[in-house]
């Protein structure tokens, strides 16, 4: 009953005063449980322009005389009735479920899907409701064509979303839009699962374009659930489970890392830790990833309650998530409310208030993925006391300079609280034109930050905290909107159309302040008032709006054939005020072949609809300033006088403006053996123009050339193809089989920059970089030396191109040049190595549900990406104080013994660790995401007990993952770079749902 009353289109009372005096027939429309249908069309058969719509007790009167009516309304299937001379005539409509799972919400309205141009992929409160994780991205993940979704498995952190492909080197993430109003600071990870009742991702120009300047990187609607007509029902909900790393990467223990040790020094021409003569003595030492990262228990709670009648609904619920990192002192707390309601105050007059809010709470101590494994397993945790934290003390070439991780996470406290509110009233008014309503939505959004770090002092080497520290912001972000817009709904015949113009107005402000002080005399008392010393203390304030003007018509024939187009005017406070306003359209049809008369009629091909389109989006996500100069305060000595300073630091550009994404989409939707299989293909073209790239500033001009204004110079290009098959495979009274499939296809292609020489970032960590941004390659490519083996005796070093402080058992690096070789190695040696983006990402889900059982498997896959494990640069290098990953035993030590592995010496004097395919690995993988058994109470049970439903499921996600990646888990973020990052967790858990 709630999708149906979402989707039903609000009653007009359109008949003038004549048009009543001149009343013939009246009646009423019903469904099939006797509620009131509201807002159904009753045209009389042979008249259709003299038709009406249902009122809110869902009762129609027409001025004409008719002998049949036809009946339609969004969620029902059509019916006709003969009127049979009455003057009274009941109506009962069948709801048709398989439309009312097709309509989408596309910005500012909602379709079915069936008359959609655009490409839209949407997801239901079904697959949200029945899982158990708090993060609501983390359950989209997969689940649509088009759409790549990275966790970094930190509870606390938000997914990355990518929709077809890396439009800018800038920002790319998609435009959140909730409950009708675009998101600023407000994330996925605010929002409680069960309080969503669909997520619609817009993803072609044609769909978007009704945002704007902000549509270029697709956008993400959630509409949150509403109240329905009926008895109120309360909804429990509990989940309980337990998360664990997926994979542990392998260490050397405290022997082995004594043997590496030595001979590194000995290689070295250092002299070895006398007290490592035998390392075999020094056994496993401390397993510090042991001591970091273990099983961790989460719990989820939720309470709801709807309901309403004709005139009144509403939807409230609170939920509380308690969720444990993994990573020692990590931890998570949200707590959610939400409360939605409808109040139909006239017949022509509704209201519709939304209320989203939730509060997090992050903590976590000082600690390093990166710094963790290179810990040295010789060293123990504790000093001898047992309760002192340990450090490397003595010959740093023998204990390195790592910081004791366990002790820093333990003791050193950070903590960030989060609140956000977004509260949105919605007028609606039916206007005395048939047809035409007028809507209004105001509403403000709120997150305040609140961050703090203590770091009490210590005396651990190598680096003691002299002096306790304290540190702290305070951020707000507030944001307000105004939407006012016409919708106009009409059918003339076999015409449909459905229209909207408007405006909308955005603008906000974040403001926030921090400072930090040492010196305290007690830990604890350590508040800002006890501290004796300032070591910073700073604040900034920024403000931004944009006004937009928008318009929107669609136009079908006959059920046959539809049209839309859509304009926006944006105007936004982020541009120089030459280059504030743009415009943004686009166009899109579609052609519904099968409803022709020629089409042929059988069970094999049921349904065929061809779609096109084309349109220009905007992104403006680059700063609220970035057109303007940048002045750096400060102070000088003139004539013995301290004397205050403003000086240029930056250049400014007024001229850049928006990136531009133009877009070209064509697809077609078909259904086979009376829609037991449904394809969906799209494919697209994706062209950014005047993406913002660095400015090509010379230092001689007297400015910095890192931090460089931006300028419109670049363009990049992204094909693709994405493939839908779903399919019911058995149907029966108590058994049921489906599967969805879906493959996205992806290829990314720089076409300009502003300069023709290549970009290069990201620095390996040992002063060269391994990124580049060149014309010809995707974003991202990898770069560095391709490898030819080892190095096995000097007479290689001496018949190989001239490589300065190689010797045997050293990588031998390929002599390239552009393709001939000088007989030297160097940079520009240096060749595409991989890319990070993948040839095409996938998903299979299989739902079975038997009798009272239902079961899902969920399997997702990323194929033909390379990751750069910067982690293994520092745990195979070999060449610094630091533990390895345990394949450094295969390492070489003479002649043959290896030609893969180099040896083992400190400082690497032939820079075995520069960027090279030593260190790049394929990121594909296959996993089980999500597997889901449950059981619901027969309805004979639940009769019996007096509750509406019981539900109970075991969960498990990230079970398994096929993968030749050697890091803790191959799903290392979107650039395909592992820094060290927080492990990707397996979870097992089990919930209850209980409806009253």
Known sequence: MTKKLLILIPALLLLSAGAIHAQTLKGVVNDESGQPVVGAYVLPVGNVNNGTVTDIDGKFSLGVKADLLKVTCIGYKDAEVAVDGRDFVEIILKEDAEMLEETVVIGYGTVRKSDLTGAVSSVSSTVLSDRSSSNVGQLLQGRMAGVYIVDSGNPQSNVSIKIRGLGTVNNSDPLLVIDGVPMVNMGLNALNTNDIETIDVLKDASATAIYGARGANGVVIVTTKKGASEDGVLTLTTNQGVAMATSIPKLLDAAGFAALNNDMMVASGNNPNPAWAEPASLGKGTDWIAEMISPAYLQKYGLSYSGGNEKNRYYISGSYTDHDGIVKSVGFKKATFQANLDNQVKPWIKFSTNLTGSFDNKTNGDYSMSDLLKSIPALPIFKEDGVTYNGPTGNALWWGDKKNQVGTAIINKNRTQGYNFLLSETMEISLPIPGLKFKSTESMGATFVISESFRPEYPWAPNPQAKTERWAQ????????????????????????????????????????????????????????????????????????????????????????????????????????????????????????????????????????????????????????????????????????????????????????????????????????????????????????????????????????????????????????????????????????????????????????????ALYYNDSGFGQYFCTNMVGQPIGAFIGWETRGLFQTQDDVDNWASQPGAEPGDIRFADTDNGVGNGSINDDDRVIIGYSQPKFIASLNNTLRYKSFDLSVFFQSVYGNKIFNVTKVDMTSMSTVCNQYAMVEDRWKGEGTSNSMPRAIYGDPNNNTRPSTRYIEDGSYLRLKNLTLGWSLPQKAVRALGINAFRVYLEGTNLFTLTSYTGFDPEVGVSSIDWGTYPVTRTLSLGIDLKF
Request: charged content about 20%; overall charge negative; glycine content about 8%.
């Open 474 to 757: 305070s951020s707000r972000y507030m944001s307000y909107l105004a939407d006012n817009y016409f919708t106009y709904d009409a059918t003339f015949g076999k015409h449909t159309i459905n229209a909207m113009a408007g405006s909308s107005l955005q603008w906000g402000d974040s403001w926030f302040m921090n400072g930090q002080k040492k010196g305290f005399l007690s830990d604890s008392a350590s508040q800002f008032n006890n501290g004796t010393e300032i070591e910073s203390l700073n604040g900034t304030r920024s403000e931004w709006a944009i006004a937009s003007f928008m318009g929107r018509a669609n136009w079908s024939y006959d059920n046959r054939y539809m049209l839309t187009a859509t304009v926006r005017y944006d105007g936004s406070s982020k541009f120089g005020p030459g280059y504030r306003w743009g415009l943004f359209p686009s166009f899109a049809g579609a052609w519904r072949i099968s409803e022709e008369e020629w089409f042929p009629k059988n069970n094999t091909l049921t349904y065929l609809k061809l779609r096109a389109g084309y349109g220009v989006t905007g992104n403006q996500e680059i700063g609220d300033y970035s057109f303007a100069s940048v002045y750096n305060t400060g102070q000088y000595s003139f004539n013995g006088n301290v004397v205050n300073s403003l000086v240029a630091y930056k250049l400014s550009n007024p001229d850049i403006h928006w990136e531009e994404m133009e877009q070209y989409n064509i697809g077609f939707d078909a259904a086979f053996f009376k829609s037991r299989l449904r394809l969906n293909v799209d494919a697209y073209l994706k062209n950014t123009n005047g993406m913002l790239v660095k400015m090509t500033v010379p230092i001689s001009t007297g400015y910095d050339d890192q931090d460089v204004p931006y300028t419109n110079e670049g363009k990049i290009r992204n094909m693709g193809v994405e493939v839908v098959l779903s399919s019911d495979n058995i149907v029966r009274e108590d058994l049921y089989w489906g599967t969805d499939f879906n493959i996205t296809f992806n290829k990314n292609k720089i076409l300009s920059l502003d300069t023709a020489e």
